[in-house]
């Protein structure tokens, strides 16, 4: 069973930056898809990031293209959302996501219900 614990999460001024952090227990496929996925109140869960934990292929929404960054440690099971230039609109609930193996299209790779395991998740607040 693989188990995903978000930390990182905080409130921060328009322009600030944050870096959450997803560690990852159990077992651990070097085929899994890593995502970032984020939910505002009254709003439906979005991928922000993904990334390919073989090969490191990277994807971006186009709301944070050029603002977060996506990376791992397959050594220390971690992967990594660093968010720069953070807007207001950024502000919701962050979760980290793994699928559970086997390829997905690049036209899925922000589809939730893609993943199979996800965490509790992690609250940026961005104030204006």
């Known amino acids: 069973q693989v188990q995903l614990v978000e930390s990182g999460g905080e409130s921060v001024p328009a322009g600030g930056s944050l870096t959450l952090s997803c560690v990852v227990s159990g077992y651990f496929y070097s085929t899994y898809l890593m995502g970032w996925f984020r939910q505002a109140p009254g709003k439906e869960r979005e991928g922000v990031a993904v990334?390919?934990?073989?090969?490191?292929?990277?994807y971006y929404a186009d709301s944070v293209k050029g603002r977060f960054i996506i990376s791992k440690d397959n050594e220390k099971k971690m992967v990594y959302l660093q968010m720069n230039s953070l807007k207001p609109d950024d502000t919701a609930m962050y979760y980290c996501?793994?699928?559970?193996?086997?390829?997905?299209?690049?036209?899925?790779?922000?589809?939730?219900?893609?993943?199979?395991?996800w965490g509790q998740g992690t609250q940026v607040t961005v104030s204006s």
């Open positions: 990334i390919h934990t073989g090969g490191g292929a990277t």
């Open positions: 996501a793994a699928t559970g193996g086997g390829r997905v299209p690049a036209a899925r790779v922000f589809k939730a219900y893609e993943y199979n395991y």
